[in-house]
DNA sequence: GTTAGTGCAAACCTTTTGCAGCTCT
DNA sequence: AGAGCTGCAAAAGGTTTGCACTAAC
C-alpha cells in the first residue's frame, strides 16, 4: 500500500510517526482529489478535533522537501492555493478546465521526451516537474460557444452596453 | 517591435493606454528577466513615484486575462510571488536551479508535441501552457556534492550531531 | 529522558477591494 | 462628457514563526 511506503521512507530518516501525521498522511493517499491544505485541515479535524491547521502546512512542506508529495497550483483556477498529491503515479499533466474547473491527467511519452532532452541538453538534474494546462475541456467548450453568443446579444440589445458579469474569485466558504 | 503588438491589441479591444500603463508595458517588454509584481513596483516607481502598488498588480491581471502575458511560479524558489513574460518567444518550459536560482528556458519539439497529444486525445482547448521544472544545473551538482560531503563530516565531528542550517525562506528587503 | 513535534497567537507576504477623484478618448 | 483608470486605505487569503507545552522514540 502506498502509505506504507511513505511511512516507511519517513521512518527510516528518523521523522516521528504522530498521530497528527498518520491522519494527514491517511488523507492525502486515500483521497482521490488533489487536496489544498484548508481542504485538509477540515477532514482531518473531523478525526481530530484539536489537530491544528498550523501542523497541516507544516506536515505539507516536509512531505514536499522530503520529495514525497508533488505541488501542484492547478493554474489559480480557484484561489492561490497550493494542492497536492503523492508521488505514486507516474508523471503525469494537469489540464483545468477554465470553465467547470474539472482536472485530467495526461501520460504519455511527451513528458519522459521533455525529462530527457533535459537532462541530456543541460545536464540538468531534474528533482521535480510539473506540467500544467488550461483552456477548455471538450464538453465546456460548447457551452462557452453559446454563452459567448448569449453576451454579445445582450451588448447589442441594451444601449449602453451591458456590462460583464465579473469573473469573481471564488471565495471560501 | 514587440510593444507595439501588445499596444495594438490593447487599443483594438478600447483598452485606455494610460501613461502608467504604458510605463509598466515598457518594463515587462524591455527587461530581460522575470518580474514580479513587487520587483516590477519598484522599477515603475522610478519613472513615476507616484505609480501605485495596486495599479501593477491591476496591469497584471489584466494583461494576464487577455491572454498577452504569461504567469509563472518558477518553482516558489524565492516565495510565493508570480512572475511574468510577454507571449512573444514560442512556448518554452523553465527550468529552475534550486540551489543558485537560476531560470533557463527550454524550446523543444517535445513541447509542441506534448500539446498536439492533449488537444486531439482529450479535445481539450488549449489557452495556456505552463512547464516548471526543479532541480539542480550542471554547475551547481558539483557544488551540491560538496556541500553534502562537509555537512556530512561535521555532523560526524560533533557529538550530538550539528543541525543543518535551516532554508529560511527569502525575505525581502 | 531527550528532542522532535504540536498548538496557539500573532505576524507576514502577496494580492484584492471599495470608493472618491482624476484622465484618457 | 463620461466611462475607464488610478491612488489610497483597508482588508482578505494563504502561509509562516516564536514560544511554551506535549508526546514519540
Redesign the interface.
Known amino acids: 500500500m502506498a502509505l506504507d511506503s511513505i511511512e516507511g521512507s519517513l521512518k527510516e530518516r528518523g521523522v516521528r510517526l504522530t498521530r497528527q501525521r498518520q491522519i494527514l498522511l491517511e488523507l492525502i493517499d486515500k483521497t482521490g482529489e488533489h487536496l489544498d491544505a484548508e481542504r485538509l485541515y477540515q477532514l482531518a479535524k473531523e478525526r481530530d478535533p484539536k489537530l491544528n491547521r498550523v501542523t497541516v502546512y507544516r506536515t505539507l512542506k516536509m512531505l514536499k522537501?522530503s520529495g514525497l508529495v508533488d505541488?501542484l497550483?492547478l493554474?489559480?483556477f480557484t484561489g492561490?492555493q497550493h494542492f497536492y498529491e503523492t508521488r505514486l503515479k507516474q508523471e503525469h499533466?494537469h489540464?483545468v478546465?477554465?470553465r467547470c474547473g474539472r482536472v485530467?491527467e495526461?501520460f504519455?511519452e511527451?513528458?519522459q521526451?521533455?525529462r530527457k532532452?533535459?537532462e541530456s541538453?543541460?545536464?540538468?538534474?531534474?528533482?521535480?516537474?510539473?506540467?500544467?494546462?488550461?483552456?477548455?475541456?471538450?464538453h465546456c467548450?460548447t457551452l462557452r460557444l453559446r454563452e459567448v453568443e448569449e453576451l454579445r446579444s445582450q451588448v447589442e440589445a441594451s444601449p449602453v452596453g451591458a456590462p460583464l458579469p465579473p469573473?469573481k474569485r471564488a471565495r471560501r466558504a
Open positions: 522537501s505541488e497550483d493554474m489559480h492561490d499533466a489540464m478546465c477554465l485530467e495526461f504519455g511527451p513528458l521526451r521533455l532532452q533535459i541538453h543541460f545536464g540538468f538534474q531534474i528533482l521535480v516537474a510539473r506540467t500544467e494546462i488550461g483552456g477548455y475541456c471538450a467548450q469573473a
